[in-house]
């Protein structure tokens, strides 16, 4: 027997329609790329939306066609996701901060049949279009008053292509497990694979994500979004903030300190996210100006481990509460945040601390588990570290093109890569990449960890902890240190600062100080190029570990 509710596709363009009926007076606050500030509503977005899918008909575009976006966070990128969805095309993004044979690759590989494109990114197009075939026009994200001169022959005005439209149109209906949109793995090995993301993934992810104990929007939030639309379904906030009503802040090119907490303020931002580099540059600003924000409620921090002081500064001195999440761009990308539970509720100081080193619990749609390396499912105790495997309707089966084989094990999981404990409350902590864990004499050390406590002494900037050759431990973890501007420690001061709070075996052997640590396009520490740049680096004392 089946039951009697009505067949309602779970398709995106009801997330806009959604937002245009019931908040329509609702704002969405940008920077815009040309400079200056620019407010629309979601009544007003689901109008250029609409007016965008009737341009891409006129176009041609046709259900199932991609078009890639390289574009910062503002009003006209919803617009374009939007548009391009509600006919059942694909918004692609693309990270401009990849090099640019790699962003040519994507491109190609995802057949993409134009481009939208912020002027901040023309000239990475005009370098590359001889090498896109599939590209036929260059849509710029601007006014005609700042149009470029271009070598583009195939360049569009934004504003002048929608403008020729009247937003009468309908969205188109089709499954709900349609393709929606696409995002390359950053990938440190091998060419970058495509996630395709369907519409009901995108909206029952954003349904889970939005729920209090996980991002926990209202309709009285002002949302701002810095991670970009470009980095892992940009978390899914283009969708979960229209689905319950919230603002939307959205800062455009400006991620420095300054242009952060200047939208913080002008938008009476409650809730943003990000990634702790991110948050770095904000709370250097906010120190060395003596501001502090005053609308600010919560902070959403994941992409990379979010560092203890980082939490404490935060909460300590500014009041904001911190939510340390996790996920990937094959999970669209929420796979857990760590919002305290009735169990760990009433903690204080370093104990809550310590909770909030987690990266949290599930949401409902993410299944989890920590296997060894045969498969066996392992204790959830918070100390048994062991692959972190996942399944879930918002989680990939495949990648674009078959690209990468059978991802999934026999039972629907997919492998993160990360090593993991879960605790009896649920709550999963990554103890490393599987890549990145330190093996010494058998045993693992985890990178995040030390890292983690290292960046909690005050003349720390960033740390990074990679293990390198050891004549009788195989690997030993050397401790790689940015100093705080101006600030000079000695090694043994960051050595004494750390013994005691780990096993004495996990202790670095060494420390080394740099000017910068690199980092990927997605602004995770790339301990590949670490590992180079120290291949040659012999530790000075290889009994330091007995
Ligand atoms: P991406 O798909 O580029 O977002 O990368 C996903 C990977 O980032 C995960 O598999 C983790 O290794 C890492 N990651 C994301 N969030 C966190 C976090 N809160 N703590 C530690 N690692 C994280």
Redesign the pocket.
Known sequence: MLGLMQDWPLLIHRIIDHAANNHGSQTILSRSVEGPLHTTTYADLRTNALKVAQALERHGVKYGDRAATLAWNTWRHLEVWYGLTGIGAIYHTVNPRLFPDQIAYIINHAESRLIFVDLTFVPLVEALIDKLPHVEAVIILTGSEHMPETTLENAVCYEDWIAAEDGDFAWKSFDENTAAGMCY??GTTGNPKGVVYSHRSNVLHSMASTAPDMLGIAAADNVMPVVPMF??NGWSLAFSCPLTGGGMVMPGAGMDGASVYEMLETGKVTITAAVPTVWLMLLQYLEKEQKRPTTLKKVII?????PRAMTKTFQDVYGIDVI???????MS?LGSLCSLKPAYAGLTGDAKLDVQEK?GFAPFSVEMKITDDDGNDLPWDGKTFGRLKVRGPAISKAYFKGEGGEILDADGYFD???VATIDPEGYMQ?TD?AKDVIKSGGEWISS?DLENLAVGHPDVAEAAVIGVAHPKWDERPLLIIVRCEGADPDPASILDFMAGKIAKWWMPDAVAFVDEIPHTA?G?IKKTALREQFADYRLPNTDAAE
């Open positions: 793995t950053s980095h892992a994941g992409g990379s481990a979010c340390h999440a996790w996920g990937m761009t094959e990308p990266q993160t890569s990360d990554i990449r995040i997605t995770k």
